[in-house]
């Protein structure tokens, strides 16, 4: 039986993670850490459903580190390692309400979720710690609506029971401005009674020393790369939620389509296939390619569908990346495919593109930089620039697949790797060997502290020969993660 066959014939393995392992002890605190695109949050929304089906008695809450970047500002100046177990429990209750009741906080304007917060705050006024449980005012609830007394209720009784699971999903996204407090605020929760455990994921960074001063007795963990059985599986699912005439296939037709279908996506990514991120990016760019060599009808296959160039890293992002924008601007310009096709529509698109793309690259400087480093590189004109940009996306004109909203004046890329890259495309246009040298916030907020001395930045982004000093400047500098593929760098390419 062929590996294909075998992996349609077994049924998903379900692992248990930890928390849900008999006999195990490894302490409250669970830790994943890997880099970017290895599957951390997708991995992590899994890991709340099968906690809930594993004991339907836990309450578990999902945190997004990001959208909480206005709380933790504001926590900075409030000494929250000095604060008492009520007024910590009093926080993990407004976290809470606000995971619960304000879904999509990135589209909400600051004013907008502040009625939420002064609302949590009200509520958690009549909750008290006594003997590590929560005692709560039963005679002043006559003023909170039903809805309010039955989540207080709620949130007691999880408590007490020691039922309430804490997923804190992509903490080094708000690092390393409010990496501080962060810390302190979730090793305190971590010393509740009534917490049961504490997930957090991270990129790596530097930040497993902080976790082991911060928390002291936790569980580390990393997610492995796809395994051909991964491979296979995810190739199947993307088949079936995008393709419907090969949902009518039968048994055999599916499994003979996803064979050659496999050696197709396999060969042109290579390694990048064993992560995750990486593989949903190629299938997205090689399909549409491949598929138009399959004739469902006569159930047959083009031998053409193997003409295929391996890609690369570059290569994947820099097509998803044009795909998401190409289509952004046909339902902008309210045009068909077709009409999309004629000359003067094609001019009119190369023209948004450029835009777009320049709007991009300053959207991706703002993100990356702190308030210091934006000054010291860029222009009054750019920043007013990237600012109206902004507006015009937390009003909801957001670029689908690529930038999901804003948080606290800063854009949210739906993936950090899309900021790396534009934030890189935007170093390239700018030759920025003397700003670079002069811009001290690099080596704190883009760069961040990523990387060991021994590790070689991979550089996949095409640059100009005369960049040889750049490339000497980058080179010195903490540029990439662990796994040396990201963040995207420059690339002398003599034969350009």
Known sequence: MSDVKKTLALSEE?????????????????????????????????????????????????????????????LEECRVDHWND???????????????????????????????????????????????????????????????????RLFREKFNQNQLVLILDGFDKIAPYYKDVVMKCFARFAQLDGLRNLYISSRRYEFVEAFQQTFG??????????????????????????????IRCDWDDRGHLLTVLYVIVDDA????????????????????????????????????????TKLDALHLVEGFIDKQLSNYITSKMGTTNAAARTVAARSNKARMLKLLKEQLMLLAMYAMLDCNGRDQLLSIEEQAEAVEFIEKVAEGQELLGIVEGVRDGVPLFRYRLFAEYFAACWLFENEPCNLLSKCNSFTTSFWKENVRANDRPRAIMPAKPASNRYIGLLAKAPTVDKSGCILFLIKVQNER
């Open 86 to 152: 009520t007024q910590i429990v009093r926080l993990l209750y407004r976290f809470i309400h606000l995971a619960l009741f304000v879904p999509s906080v990135c589209r909400r304007t600051i004013e907008e979720t502040d009625v939420h917060r002064a609302e949590a705050v009200r509520c958690a006024e009549l909750i008290s710690l006594s003997n590590g449980r929560i005692v709560l005012d039963e005679t002043k609830t006559k003023d909170l609506t039903a809805m309010q007394l039955i989540e207080l």
């Open 14 to 74: 379900t692992q248990e993670p930890p928390g849900c392992r008999d006999g195990e002890n490894d302490g409250k605190v669970y830790i994943f850490l890997n880099e970017a695109g290895e599957g951390k949050t997708t991995y992590f929304t899994w890991l709340a459903w099968r906690l809930s089906t594993y004991d339907r008695s836990l309450y578990v809450i999902k945190l997004i580190a990001l959208e909480y970047s206005t709380d933790f500002e504001r």
């Open 269 to 308: 990514l290579a390694d990048l296939a064993t992560v995750p991120l990486w593989l949903h990016t190629g299938l997205v760019m090689l399909l549409p390619l491949t598929m138009k060599f399959v004739n469902f009808d006569s159930k047959s296959i083009s031998k053409r569908i193997f003409a295929q």
């Open 217 to 246: 007795d936790f569980s580390l963990f990393q997610l492995t790369k796809y395994s051909k059985h991964d491979k296979i599986l995810s190739l199947y699912k993307f088949l079936l939620s995008n393709y419907s005439d090969y």
